[in-house]
């Protein structure tokens, strides 16, 4: 595996695979890689024949009291898992590679609609971020298809809006959730967690699976996030939302819709905010 942080570079080697016919895949990420981060290199590769992965830790989707600065930065073995599971070129640039006159100064993308809800209301600016980021990395990528996790389902649907309304010639492939063994979602931040912090953790799965099922029993859309919310406090968690939602937008639901529905859970413990989600569809 190669690994560039200088733009023209890496502008060389795609240009070169495109001439020679190669079907680019692109793997974003901010780096401290986990097997759920090598499992999107797999599908990226079912899907094209040059794999490209990013590290970079975005300065502008970080609100003023999140963990930018503090954010793991693990290069050495993020290549290291890279390479191992079939990566063919990283790119790790530097901040003013992404941002020539300043993540402030920035020229931003906004997805207006989806990006002020949910996890939007909580971390104001943080989707504008990340679709400003994606865009810069897609235009220097150029990749065909990419691959993003369903975990962190609503920035999957900003970017898929983003990519519609912009008209680029991508395609973008959801990745499903790989889970702990007690059902907690694979993440970052999973290691702010304590051993019996990340146990405890597992609860946000099986509320989000009560949530589905409730649903299906007939309760009313009040009462299943009432009892999920009240399922995470009891375990000790902060939630900050625990809601169902129309899968294809995020919006509220009407009060006799079903089908089509996601279970979306945003809960602090400690020092971690962990997120999740379950398509009720059965």
């Not at 599971?85 to 530097?94: H, R, V, W, Y």
């Not at 691959?147 to 991508?170: A, C, N, S, T």
Request: hydrophobic residues 40%; neutral net charge.
């Amino acid at each position: 595996m190669r690994t560039v942080s200088d733009i023209a570079q890496l502008r060389a080697q795609i240009a070169e695979w495109h001439r020679a016919g190669a079907r680019i895949g692109f793997v974003p990420t901010m780096g401290n890689l986990h097997p759920g981060h090598f499992s999107l290199v797999d599908i990226a590769r079912s899907h094209a024949d040059r794999i490209v992965a990013s590290v970079f830790v975005n300065p502008t989707q970080f609100g003023p009291r999140e963990d930018f600065a503090s954010y793991p930065r693990t290069l050495e073995s993020d290549c290291a898992g890279l390479a191992a599971n079939g990566c063919d070129l990283l790119f790790a640039p530097a901040v003013d590679a992404i941002y020539p006159f300043g993540p402030q100064a920035s020229v931003k993308v906004e997805v207006p609609g989806i990006s002020d809800i949910l996890d939007g209301a909580s971390r104001p600016g943080h989707f504008a971020g990340v679709a400003t980021v994606v865009t810069k990395l897609f235009n220097l990528v150029q990749p065909d298809t990419t691959v993003f996790g369903q975990k962190d389902y609503q920035q999957l649907l900003v970017i898929q809006r983003m990519v519609r309304d912009l008209r680029l010639p991508i395609e973008i492939v959801p990745a499903p959730t790989l889970r702990e063994t007690n059902g907690l979602a694979m993440s970052s931040r999973n290691q702010y967690l304590t051993p019996e912090e990340r146990e405890r953790a597992g609860i946000i799965y099986r509320t989000l699976q009560g949530m589905r099922d409730g649903l299906h029993a007939g309760q009313a859309r009040s009462e299943v996030e009432t009892r999920a919310r009240a399922a995470l406090e009891n375990a000790g968690l902060a939630p900050d939302y625990a809601v169902l939602r129309r899968a294809s937008d995020l919006h509220e639901p009407a009060a006799n819709e079903r089908d089509g529905l996601i279970a979306l859970i945003a809960a602090k413990l400690g020092r971690a905010r962990l997120i999740d989600n379950l398509f009720t569809d059965m």
